[in-house]
C-alpha cells in the first residue's frame, strides 16, 4: 500500500542522496558510540500513558483509530532532536513519539500488517526545515556531507538561496524548562480517511507553567525535572488534528508554509493522561532506546502523505535503523 504514492525522478534521486548521506554520517558516529538512531537519539523519557479518544467529535472525523470511543494504553518516548547527543540547556528541537498499543486492523507497513499498535511521531515546530524532499537533501548534505560534519560552502550556499529554510531551522531550536511545557506537531500531512490533516500534541494549562530553567542547568536536566514532575502529578495533553481546507494557502508540497489556524483550527480528537510514575529505570531506558516507531506503522485510514513522508519510509527501510 506504500506504493500507492510514489515518488517522481527528482524526488528519488534526492532520496536516494538522503539515504547515502544518512548512511555514512551513522558510520562514523557509530564508531565513536553506539546510537540507535540518526535523529533523536537522546532520549529524555519512555513514559506510560493512556490514549482515549473522545465521544464528542466531528462525524467527518470519526473514522480510523477515530472512528469510535476508546481507550488504548500507548508509550510515550520525549526525545531531543540533535543527531550529536549534547547538553538539554542547548538550543535544540525536541520530539515526541507516540505507540498505541492494542489497535486493531492492518496496518500498512510492510512486515507489521498484523501488529497492534500505531505510531504517530511529531516535534516542536509547526513546519519543516525544508520545502519539500528535494531541498531537504540538500539541506542534509550541507550539514553533513562533510565526513558527518558540516560542508560550510554548501552550507552557506544553501541558506542563501533558501532563506525561510534557514529561518525554520533557527525557530525550531529552543529551550524550555520542562519537556512537558511543549506542544509538538506533525509538520507534515496525512490522510484521516478522505480528508488531509496535521496533528498536533498539546499539554493542557496547569499552575506553574512554563516551568523556568534552572541557574546552573544540569547536562540531563530536563530528564530530571521529568521526574520530578511525574513523581506525584498527572498531566493531560489533548491530540488534536487541523484539517487541510484550502489547497492553496494549505498545502502538502511546501512544508515551511504554516497551515492557517484561523481558517482551520486543531480540532480535539483525543485525550492523552500521563499518570504520576517512575520511569527512570535502567530496563525501561533500554526500552526506549531501542523502541521504533515510524509514521507508515498505522492503519490505512492514517497514510502519510507527501513527498517527505514518502521519502522517511524509504530511508528508514534502507537504513534498518529505529525511527526517531
Known amino acids: 500500500m506504500i506504493d500507492e504514492m510514489t515518488l517522481d525522478t527528482e524526488e528519488q534521486k534526492a532520496t536516494d542522496s538522503l539515504i547515502s548521506t544518512l548512511k555514512a554520517k551513522m558510520d562514523i558516529d557509530y564508531e565513536k558510540k553506539h546510537y540507535f538512531r540518526d535523529a533523536h537519539p537522546k532520549q529524555l523519557g519512555l513514559l506510560r500513558a493512556e490514549f482515549t479518544v473522545r465521544d464528542d467529535i466531528d462525524p467527518e472525523l470519526k473514522t ?10 500507548m508509550w510515550i518516548r520525549f526525545s531531543n532532536q540533535s543527531s550529536t547527543p549534547k547538553p538539554d540547556h542547548a538550543p535544540d528541537m525536541r520530539g515526541v513519539a507516540l505507540k498505541l498499543v492494542g489497535v486493531p486492523g492492518k496496518k500498512i507497513l510492510p512486515g507489521q500488517e498484523d501488529a497492534t499498535t500505531q505510531d504517530f511521531i511529531m516535534v516542536t515546530s509547526p513546519i ?8 531537504f537533501a540538500e539541506l542534509v548534505s550541507a550539514v553533513t556531507g562533510n565526513k558527518g560534519k558540516p560542508d ?6 544553501y541558506f542563501a538561496m533558501n532563506p525561510k529554510s534557514f529561518l525554520a531551522v533557527q525557530k525550531s531550536n529552543i529551550k524550555c524548562g520542562s519537556i512537558l511545557d511543549l506542544q509538538f506537531f506533525s509538520t507534515t500531512p496525512y490522510k484521516l480517511g ?19 530553567m534552572p541557574e546552573k542547568p544540569e547536562d540531563d536536566y530536563l530528564t ?30 511546501d512544508l515551511l508554509i504554516q497551515w492557517d489556524e484561523t481558517k482551520s ?24 532506546d531501542q523502541l521504533s516507531f515510524s509514521p507508515w506503522h498505522c492503519l490505512p ?9 514518502i521519502a522517511r519510509q524509504k530511508v528508514y527501510e534502507d537504513l534498518e535503523i529505529p525511527s526517531p
Open 64 to 73: 480510523g483509530l477515530f472512528a469510535e470511543a476508546k481507550t488504548y494504553p
Open 128 to 135: 519543516f526545515v525544508a520545502k519539500n524532499v528535494v531541498k
Open 152 to 157: 560550510w560552502i554548501k552550507f552557506a550556499r
Open 194 to 212: 478522505n480528508l488531509l490533516v496535521k496533528y498536533s500534541f498539546k499539554p493542557r494549562p496547569r499552575l506553574n507553567w512554563p516551568t523556568p
Open 224 to 253: 530530571k525535572v521529568l521526574k520530578d514532575q511525574l513523581s506525584n502529578k498527572d498531566y493531560y495533553y489533548d491530540f488534536m488534528v487541523q484539517v487541510q481546507k484550502d489547497k492553496k494557502t494549505m498545502p502538502i508540497d
Open 265 to 288: 483550527a486543531y480540532l480535539p480528537v483525543a485525550t492523552v493522561k500521563i499518570s504520576s510514575q517512575t520511569f527512570d529505570t535502567e530496563q525501561q531506558k533500554n526500552y526506549g
Open 301 to 309: 485510514d492514517h497514510t502519510p502523505a507527501g513527498d517527505v513522508n
